[in-house]
């Protein structure tokens, strides 16, 4: 089983809509939990980026953590064609020797007018 | 500032050949790291440089695949003898390691090995 599950869609929404993209995590180790963009052939983004659990909130997009539930969600509200990007999520861990960052394998989502 | 730069942004090679691609981090950045990512996967970690540490080689595939970091800054990834399963995008990050962590990426190396 990976330490990081994530669903790598294809998610297709129409503009306007509110999506919801979501990881799954086993190591409750992990303290700081982010999220990157990453457009088509560029490196991925830094979008959100929150610590332990609780809601962060970003002009359009929120980030979600439940740490009970080893759950992490972003959405995004008013959806725009130029969101169509892979969405990856990322967690660190302190365990061990270093600050490891654990991907999960990235949701590819189209925004369509 | 600069972000992170990678060199080449493509490479075709024939199977067999060496490689050597190039990250040249955010001035400051003590930390680097390498990642791999495949068509349709998530990024996989290979190597992580911080400071003048002994680097954390854990997540190179073979010992086809080293790195050096000269100087604390430019680093080069050098893949020996490639192969067709080496193909993937290599992306390079850096960071100020702290416990945050952000990690900043560059736009990556498309690599195609034939």
């Known amino acids: 089983q990976k330490e990081v599950e994530q669903d790598p869609g294809p998610l297709s929404v129409p503009e306007g809509a509110i999506v919801s993209l979501n990881c799954t995590y086993s190591n409750s180790a992990f303290q700081y939990f982010m999220w990157y963009r990453q457009y088509s052939r560029k490196g991925p983004e830094l979008l959100m980026y929150?610590?332990?659990?609780g809601n962060k909130e970003d002009g359009r997009f929120t980030a979600q953590v439940d740490k009970s539930s080893k759950y992490i969600s972003l959405f995004i509200r008013d959806s725009q064609p130029s969101d169509s990007a892979t969405y990856l999520c990322a967690m660190i861990s302190f365990s061990g020797g270093y600050n490891k960052l654990i991907f999960g394998a990235g949701t590819r989502l189209a925004v369509h007018p | 500032g600069a972000g992170v730069s990678q060199s080449p942004s493509n490479k075709v090679t024939e199977k067999g050949k060496d490689v050597e691609l190039r990250c040249d981090p955010i001035?400051?950045?003590?930390?680097l790291y390498w990642y791999r990512q495949s068509l349709g996967q998530g990024l996989e970690f290979l190597i992580y440089f911080q400071g003048n540490s002994a680097p954390d080689k854990s997540g190179l595939p073979s010992d086809r695949f080293s790195a050096e970091r000269t100087g604390g800054s430019v680093s080069t990834l050098t893949i020996q003898r490639t192969q067709q399963e080496d193909s993937a995008v290599y992306l390079c990050?850096?960071?100020?390691?702290?416990?945050?962590?952000?990690?900043?990426f560059g736009a990556g190396t498309r690599l195609s090995v034939l």
């Open positions: 001035s400051g950045h003590t930390a």
């Open positions: 929150t610590y332990s659990s």
């Open positions: 990050a850096s960071s100020i390691v702290d416990r945050g962590n952000i990690q900043y």
